[in-house]
């Protein structure tokens, strides 16, 4: 049976938490994102969870890592300056294997920067904002509908891999209000592994399938968790080794799993003279375009990451040799046009076509259409 | 496809306004998204809502050529005007200002503040009394949907007023 809600995007991304087993929230409510913690502070309580306004965003953080530890499924919610205080902690919960959930949603950057304002500023933030070689796990939806569906994934696959996943939104998704077609059927939550183990052979990060055997804290298991490289005991071992050892497993951890953890759209790929990139609410302006023109006679196809980061790199080299012009639409100055380069210019470095606007508002259809008419 | 603007300064509730529209459209069995532009201020900037309506999923979610716009003060007519073209309806608040120029195929004077002030001795309801205006004047769907989303979002004598405020409109047509 399903149920149509009409909802804004904060709002779904709170009821989709809750929905996916949420237990914690501590969080700072920030513009534009306010309304994950408002509708958290009002849902969670009734679903047997806690809501913690906490003092800033580094006290929220850490509050949803302890929460985590401690065996809850948690959440905090931001934008921008937010994400910018969170970024130490996040590092410490990627070392740690916690799994949380990190929402940010978009706003102009950087500093305040334009706090009601929309941008994609923050995708390269989002990958590489803590300091480190480490995996990270991102998610960037399009619509109210897949953010209510994508935070449940969010929650499933943090619990799953012991990995921080970051949501990421932008202010027109936060704010916008839409459908949410909500079907039990459809909708599947991750526990996290139960570990039964005799105490005296448990360790806290034994690990199977690259994945650690962590107890939560306060069951009875030894535990010890850090920042520094550590061994299975969770106590720090710095040696050149183990250091190599541990990054080499956390990327294999998520690495090895993109059957699982990647999801992707696809529009019209199969038969088409140019492909559009986009992501996230930017992407509905690119399907419009691609409507546009295919009445002029133009065959243009999407090809949109649900899961942006790890970046699909095996989709888009294959998508790169269908075609010789790429145009990559972003609300910031070209981080993705940046990551695609990567992956599809040997040979011709003007193959990705940039269409970068920070105006604090989507790029228009019609933009697209003029500027794919004027590379083609 | 239907696209609706809305325009006025925070505060005057044109958010909610569309909030309404938007809701009673997905009643309506429709596809509709609702979004906003506004400032960092809460109250006294120009503020702009947008509702699309359509038959399947909304890909762009903001207005291109409006067919109606709702202008609730000046600043909005002068600053959205290149979202409207020759076949836009527009109604605006004649009670708050007088337009500079004609624009869009039409333009109809509600004086939903005034409106509001003789009946409910506050300027509160004006929104929705531009609401149910568009609704009559548009026929996008019966204005039974729209008090049925009014009777979901308000309770007691608010529910009434706001119901009032929806008959007021329509007649002002």
Redesign the interface.
């Known amino acids: 049976m399903e149920k149509v809600k009409f909802l804004e995007g904060n709002t779904a991304c709170a009821l989709g938490a809750v929905r996916a087993g949420l237990k914690f929230f501590g969080g700072y409510p920030i513009t534009p994102s306010s309304e994950v913690a408002e509708v958290c502070s009002e849902e969670l309580p009734k679903a047997g969870g806690r809501f913690i306004q906490m003092e800033d965003e580094i006290a929220s953080i850490a509050s949803i890592i302890g929460a985590s530890l401690a065996g809850s499924k948690a959440m905090t919610a931001t934008s921008g300056p937010g994400f910018s205080l969170m970024q130490e902690a996040l590092g410490m919960a990627v070392m740690g294997e916690v799994p949380i959930v990190i929402v940010s949603v978009m706003r102009g950057g950087p500093s305040t920067g334009h706090p009601t304002g929309p941008s994609q500023g923050d995708l390269m933030q989002a990958r590489w904002g803590t300091h480190g070689d480490h995996p990270i796990i991102a998610i960037y939806p399009e619509s109210v509908n897949e953010v209510y569906y994508e935070i449940i994934r969010a929650f499933n696959l943090a619990e799953k891999y012991r990995q921080p996943v970051v949501f990421l939104m932008d202010e027109v998704l936060g704010h916008m209000k839409e459908s949410v077609f909500i079907n039990e059927d459809k909708i599947e939550t991750v526990e996290r592994r139960k570990i039964e183990m005799d105490q005296k052979k448990y360790n806290p990060f034994l690990t199977e399938n690259d994945i650690p055997l962590t107890a939560n804290y306060g069951e009875g298991y030894r535990f010890h968790v850090t920042g520094l490289y550590h061994d299975e005991t969770g106590f720090p071992d710095v040696s050149s080794e183990n250091i190599q050892k541990t990054m080499d497993r956390m990327y294999r951890k998520i690495y090895n799993n993109m059957d699982d953890i990647s999801k992707n759209e696809e529009m019209n790929t199969e038969d088409m003279d140019i492909l559009l990139f986009s992501v996230g609410t930017q992407a509905r302006s690119a399907k419009m375009a691609i409507r546009m023109l295919k009445e002029e006679g133009i065959n243009a196809g999407l090809f949109r990451p649900i899961t942006l980061w790890p970046f699909p790199e095996e989709r888009i080299v294959e998508l790169g040799k269908k075609v010789s012009k790429i145009v990559a639409i972003e609300m910031n100055k070209g981080q993705m046009a940046d990551e695609l380069r990567k992956y599809v210019c040997e040979e011709d470095e003007k193959k990705i076509i940039p269409l970068n606007k920070l105006e604090s508002e989507l790029i228009p259809p019609q933009e697209i259409v003029d500027k794919v008419k004027e590379v083609l | 496809m239907k696209q609706i603007m809305f325009s006025g300064i925070g505060g005057q509730g044109v958010i909610l306004a569309a909030?309404i529209l938007?809701?009673s459209a997905?009643h309506n069995g429709n596809?509709?998204?609702?979004?906003?532009?506004?400032?960092?201020e809460s109250r006294g900037t120009t503020t702009r809502a947008e509702v699309i309506i359509a038959d399947q999923?909304?890909?762009?979610?903001?207005v291109?050529k409006a067919d109606y716009f709702l202008v609730m003060a000046e600043g909005g007519m002068k600053k959205f005007k290149d979202k409207t073209d020759e076949n836009t309806v527009v109604i605006y608040d004649g009670s708050v200002f007088e337009p500079e120029e004609n624009i869009g195929s039409k333009m109809i004077n509600i004086e939903a503040t005034k409106l509001s002030l003789n009946n409910f001795d506050r300027p509160l309801f004006a929104n929705i009394i531009m609401l149910g205006a568009l609704v009559e004047k548009s026929k996008l769907f019966d204005s039974k949907i729209l008090k049925d989303i009014i009777k979901e979002k308000f309770q007691n004598k608010a529910l009434d007023k706001n119901l009032k405020a929806i008959e007021i409109g329509r007649n002002s047509i």
């Not at chain 2, 596809?31 to 960092?40: E, M």
């Not at chain 2, 999923?57 to 903001?62: A, C, E, T, Y």
């Open positions: 909030n938007a809701n997905v596809y509709a998204a609702q979004s906003q532009a506004y400032g960092s999923f909304v890909d762009f979610p903001h291109e």
